[in-house]
């Protein structure tokens, strides 16, 4: 959205949500093959954007759709955010060891703040599919 005129972001966004909610990596395709038509000659520089982050975007297309929304999420930049406070406030640490300790609790912390997305137990089924080798071990 950083390269779209704020006055247009609601016309937009449509065009960009359909992208990233596709189905699969060909869907992207499509969709931002139909953005690029639409919005192409207004704003030349999303469309690039996209492919040029596409080898980081397809692996994200090997989950379902329920786990993607789990990872689209805010909380991993919320407790980037929590973590760079604390340590930005400490300026240096006397060991690694305290450096952990003091990550280890602002994480804990952090997740008491969380609130839990509407479709976790989609994406816990999907994740007992996916990882049953993991999951299994961790339920034990």
């Given at each position: 959205?950083?390269?779209?005129?704020?006055?247009?972001?609601?016309?937009?966004?449509?065009?960009?949500?359909?992208?990233?909610?596709?189905?699969?990596?060909?869907?992207?395709?499509?969709?931002?093959?139909?953005?690029?038509?639409?919005?192409?000659?207004?704003?030349?520089?999303?469309?690039?954007?996209?492919?040029?982050?596409?080898?980081?975007?397809?692996?994200?297309?090997?989950?379902?759709?329920?786990?993607?929304?789990?990872?689209?999420?805010?909380?991993?930049?919320?407790?980037?955010?929590?973590?760079?406070?604390?340590?930005?406030?400490?300026?240096?640490?006397?060991?690694?060891?305290?450096?952990?300790?003091?990550?280890?609790?602002?994480?804990?912390?952090?997740?008491?703040?969380?609130?839990r997305p509407v479709d976790w137990t989609a994406a816990m089924g999907q994740f007992a599919i996916l990882f049953e080798d993991r999951f299994s071990a961790s339920a034990r």
């Open positions: 959205m950083a390269f779209v005129s704020w006055k247009d972001r609601k016309q937009v966004m449509p065009g960009l949500k359909a992208i990233y909610r596709a189905e699969s990596a060909e869907a992207v395709v499509s969709q931002l093959d139909a953005f690029e038509a639409e919005w192409g000659s207004r704003y030349p520089a999303v469309a690039p954007a996209w492919r040029r982050a596409w080898e980081h975007m397809v692996p994200m297309f090997a989950f379902p759709p329920a786990i993607r929304k789990m990872i689209y999420t805010n909380t991993l930049e919320s407790l980037h955010r929590s973590l760079r406070k604390i340590i930005k406030t400490r300026g240096s640490f006397p060991s690694d060891e305290a450096a952990a300790k003091l990550l280890y609790l602002a994480i804990r912390n952090a997740g008491m703040r969380w609130n």
